[in-house]
């Protein structure tokens, strides 16, 4: 929460650090002339300045007088020492590339007093935000109503803020508020009295989705008593773990972070399938391609490639490529691929075993149907079995479709006799889906060549 003495305090810490800077180089300065060697006064006039434009892009960099650092005292004092690491290591590459001559005795006596000078203002800082708070009331005094799961949890919450001083909560039970009648109860005004009578600014209710109703009758005797009045809502009783977003001034509430709804992450995702599947297709695919199809069509006739509706982003079909490696038969749209299966050629036992029948989905990457890395496209029927049969089945559906994913490299991959293994399989995509990362397409990429080198069980 934002106050006056948060809002100021980047001001002020930024003046002082500025000002000691500029103290503890001139003491340097002038005390490396008495006793070392002389310094021109060009020379200090320069370097002054330098010195001052380092200091704000380290402080910069690690966001020190940034309302997320400033406040926790703890973030200021880590923010302090890697600033002036970093100004050191700036400062010093400067002098050694502009060839500046600067005395070691210089140098030793500015950072020494440099530091010695921002443990002092540290601790002056300190000591001084303590004697404000003790007997100034710098912080905001806010309290909560109400002693329910959620209010407690929000409770735990302000206190950890330095800029809230919590006065704790007014009511020692979640009791209601509105009488049959629909009129606020006594004791609900008595408790929003006494919080204005001991200088409350800020009053937190949390109420549960079917108390909503009580809002309007305390909201009218909040201010009444010149208290403001805010309401967290408490979701701790529902089942599902919602996740509170904006859209303009509308509060949204999804049930789960889905990283790939934002248009970034998504673009990122989409240039890394590009770029992957033309190196795969130009440097692998084109000589590859017509060894494979010479070989399949020995072995066993019909087209070289494959082709099979299968479910897509948002359930959409689409057809699917792969290299054929069964004889043509009339179950493939409905019959998975078991192990001694008659249908699988020679050829294609080797393929699906190196998971080289595969390849050809990286046009399908190209075009955009599919993802390098994502939930592996299901047949139709498949997809219409186990939406009847598992819960959140269709939730895997949101993401694009992808030759590898987080539950094949988990080992969720190939046949699926029993039903609890396709339930496992959801569940990866699923964290998957909401945890999703850049790094996290890399890993399970490296994953899926490691497996490929060492040969999966379930690859037939």
């Known amino acids: 929460m ?40 060009h020379v200090y006039r320069q370097n002054i300045l330098t010195c001052n434009l380092m200091w704000l892009t380290s402080a910069g960099f690690v966001r020190l007088y940034m309302e997320d650092t400033i406040s926790k005292l703890e973030n200021i004092y880590s923010g302090t020492w890697r600033s002036v690491a970093l100004h050191g290591v700036l400062f010093m590459f400067y002098l050694f590339f502009t060839n500046t001559d600067f005395s070691r005795y210089f140098l030793v006596c500015f950072y020494t007093f440099l530091i010695v000078g921002f443990i002092l203002s540290r601790f002056t800082g300190t000591a001084l935000e303590a004697v404000l708070s003790r ?42 508020y509105i009488d049959s009648n629909g009129e606020l109860l006594p004791a609900a005004v008595e408790q929003l009295k006494m919080a204005a009578e001991s200088g409350v600014k800020d009053v937190y209710v949390s109420l549960t989705p079917e108390r909503m109703g009580d809002a309007p009758f305390l909201l009218k005797e909040a201010e009444k008593q010149c208290v403001r009045l805010k309401f967290v809502p408490d979701l701790t009783a529902t089942t599902a773990a919602f996740k509170i977003n904006h859209m303009g001034e509308f509060p949204i509430l999804s049930v789960r972070d889905e990283p790939l709804e934002d248009i970034r992450n998504r673009f990122q995702k989409r240039l890394f399938d590009i770029v992957f599947s033309l ?3 130009t440097f692998v695919l084109s000589w590859l391609y017509p060894i494979l199809a010479l070989i399949i069509k020995i072995q066993s006739p019909g087209p070289v490639l494959f082709k099979q509706l299968r479910s897509g982003r948002d359930n959409q079909p689409f057809w699917c490529y792969k290299f054929r490696s069964m004889k043509l038969n009339k179950e493939s749209d409905v019959k998975q691929a078991s192990i001694d299966d008659d249908r699988v050629t020679p050829i294609g036992k080797f393929m699906r075993r190196t998971s080289i029948d595969e390849l050809p989905q990286f046009f399908n990457v190209l075009f955009g149907d599919m993802s390098v890395v ?13 939406r009847a049969l598992i819960d959140q089945y269709m939730v895997r559906q949101f993401l694009k479709p992808g030759i590898t994913g987080w ?48 040969g999966e069980k379930t690859a037939y």
């Not at 912080?139 to 006065?167: D, M, T, W």
């Not at 569940?427 to 490691?450: G, K």
């Open 2 to 41: 934002q106050t006056r003495y948060l809002y100021l305090l980047r001001f002020i810490l930024a003046f002082t650090d500025f000002f000691l800077i500029n103290v503890c180089f001139f003491v340097s300065y002038y005390l490396s002339n008495k006793y070392i060697s002389h310094i021109p006064e």
């Open 279 to 281: 190196l795969v297709i």
């Open 374 to 386: 994502g939930p592996r496209p299901h047949m139709l029927k498949h997809t219409e079995k186990y």
């Open 135 to 176: 007997y100034f009331g710098i912080r905001r005094p806010v309290a909560v109503l109400g002693n329910n799961q959620g209010a407690r949890k929000f409770a735990a919450y302000l206190e950890q803020q330095p800029s809230i001083h919590f006065h704790g909560f007014l009511g020692d039970e979640d009791g209601y």
């Open 407 to 454: 539950a094949q490299v988990n080992g969720y991959r190939g046949e699926t006799r029993d039903d609890s293994l396709m339930k496992k399989r959801v569940e990866y995509d699923i964290w998957y889906m909401e945890r999703w990362s850049a790094m996290l397409d890399v890993r399970i990429i490296f994953l899926t060549i490691l497996n490929i080198l060492k």
